[in-house]
């Protein structure tokens, strides 16, 4: 911590960022007992301004943040901190406290990254209905089943993406590919393969080709 520099009151502004989206969650602060305690137990820990005092992320909700990487600015005076969130970020309930759009640029027909970050949140769904297994989930009846009913509904689905897009209907094309992207979400979680690293392979294709 000698390379970092607190302010006047011994604080130190924190990013806290989805290290799955890299969204950003929420902006805190921390002095250097609360940065010690997140380093020591792997949480986030910061310290209350308002009430004086630290406080552990998600010790009274249970929305805790895992710390999956801590980093800090060239100049020593901020940090970023990657995190794995049990739930929403928000008092509101909300994911990130960073909800409300003051200016957007029109993006076409992108997808935006907040519009991408589904994708993280379902995978976490599908892992939680693979650990609880609760009666009655969809997804909970194809765990069950195993690999052969899943790898045949993602033939399926497969199929009927390809013949909605055969028929020019957009529609119905929507569907279909969204029920892929689902049923191959459960796949990679049979198969323990987390989508970053799916998603890591795009990226090092992508920056093959600049």
């Known amino acids: 911590m000698n390379n970092l520099k607190f302010d006047e009151n011994g604080l130190i502004p924190a990013v806290v960022?989805?290290?799955?989206?890299?969204?950003?969650?929420?902006?805190?602060?921390?002095?250097?007992?609360?940065?010690?305690?997140?380093?020591?137990?792997?949480?986030?820990?910061?310290?209350?301004?308002?009430?004086?005092?630290?406080?552990?992320?998600?010790?009274?909700?249970?929305?805790?943040?895992?710390?999956v990487e801590l980093r800090y600015d060239c100049d020593g005076d901020a940090l970023v901190v990657l995190?794995?969130?049990?739930?929403?970020?928000?008092?509101?309930?909300?994911?990130?406290?960073?909800?409300?759009?003051?200016?957007?640029?029109?993006?076409?027909?992108?997808?935006s990254a907040s519009d991408l970050q589904i994708l993280s949140r379902l995978e976490k769904v599908i892992a939680d209905r693979e650990r609880d297994m609760p009666e009655g989930a969809y997804t909970t009846y194809l765990f069950e089943k195993g690999v052969d009913k899943i790898l045949k509904k993602v033939g399926e689905e497969a199929s009927e993406v390809i013949i909605a897009a055969k028929n020019r209907d957009a529609e119905e094309l929507k569907w279909e590919a969204a029920d892929l992207m689902y049923h191959l979400l459960?796949?990679?979680r049979?198969?323990?393969?987390?989508?970053?690293?799916?998603?890591g392979v795009l990226e090092q294709r992508h920056e093959g080709k600049k």
């Open 17 to 67: 960022q989805d290290s799955a989206t890299l969204e950003v969650l929420t902006v805190a602060y921390m002095n250097a007992e609360s940065l010690e305690k997140s380093i020591a137990s792997g949480e986030t820990w910061f310290y209350s301004r308002s009430r004086a005092k630290l406080w552990h992320k998600g010790a009274t909700s249970g929305n805790t943040q895992k710390i």
């Open 190 to 199: 049979e198969q323990n393969l987390p989508l970053k690293e799916v998603l």
């Open 83 to 111: 995190v794995e969130p049990a739930g929403p970020a928000c008092h509101t309930g909300a994911v990130s406290c960073f909800s409300e759009k003051l200016v957007e640029a029109a993006s076409g027909n992108g997808a």
């Open 186 to 188: 459960v796949l990679l």
